[in-house]
T-cell receptor, first 114, second 112 residues
Framework: ETGVTQSPTHLIKTRGQQVTLRCSSQ?????VSWYQQALGQGPQFIFQ???????GRGNFPPRFSGLQFPNYSSELNVNALELDDSALYLC?????????????FGSGTRLTVV | KQEVTQIPAALSVPEGENLVLNCSFT??????LQWFRQDPGKGLTSLLL?????REQTSGRLNASLDKSSGRSTLYIAASQPGDSATYLC???????????FGQGTRLTINP
């Protein structure tokens, strides 16, 4: 079975620009979550999608938005980029409700805002 | 609000030693606790998951324990090897919200 794949692996953007990050969930997984990991910190929950709707959100402003598609893949969009948005963005997937199984994470997208 | 703390922040030991990493959390209303490994600049690799009803899980040289009532978990690594060098993160899944709350990690260095 394929794991979680994220693209691109690295990205450099200018402050004020917009960015879209992409994630393909592991086969059979219908829930996708996004996390932001600043350097030297633990990941922070951004939001989660199930059945193409956001069903959980962390403490992030509205300029962080997302989508989930019928094939369960997902996008994270960030508008009006700020320098503090520089981080590793991680995508995780799981089959909804299967709390006895852990989340599977992708390798991440390293975003640098200059 | 759930808070997860990992101590120590960094640890350096000689090869072959057994070691323990610690994780504490403030709210016992969790579904499970998961330990991850992260190599520099990479994603997270799941090591062990302990369900809230369990006390421990083992995989090879790794053993993780969970004491939900005291809000503590430990990750025991036996006979450490240089390849074990990485950052180790623990995370709890909060009841009623399918999201993980992470600690800041322990950066482990195993010296040959």
């Amino acid at each position: 079975e394929t794991g979680v794949t994220q693209s691109p692996t690295h990205l450099i953007k200018t402050r004020g620009q917009q960015v879209t990050l992409r994630c393909s969930s592991q086969s059979g997984h219908n829930t996708v979550s996004w996390y932001q990991q600043a350097l030297g910190q633990g990941p922070q929950f951004i939001f989660q999608y199930y059945r193409e709707e956001e069903n959980g959100r962390g403490n992030f402003p509205p300029r962080f938005s997302g989508l989930q598609f019928p094939n369960y893949s997902s996008e994270l969009n960030v508008n009006a980029l700020e320098l503090d948005d520089s981080a590793l963005y991680l995508c995780a997937s799981r089959k909804n409700g299967q709390i006895n199984y852990g989340y599977t994470f992708g390798s991440g997208t390293r975003l640098t805002v200059v | 609000k759930q808070e997860v703390t990992q101590i120590p922040a960094a640890l350096s030991v000689p090869e072959g030693e057994n070691l323990v990493l610690n994780c504490s959390f403030t709210d016992s209303a969790i579904y499970n606790l998961q330990w991850f490994r992260q190599d520099p600049g990479k994603g997270l690799t799941s090591l062990l998951l302990i369900q809230s009803s369990q006390r421990e899980q083992t995989s090879g040289r790794l053993n993780a324990s969970l004491d939900k009532s005291s809000g503590r978990s430990t990750l025991y690594i036996a006979a450490s090897q240089p390849g074990d060098s990485a950052t180790y993160l623990c995370a709890v899944e909060i009841q009623g919200a399918q999201k993980l709350v992470f600690g800041q990690g322990t950066r482990l260095t195993i010296n040959p």
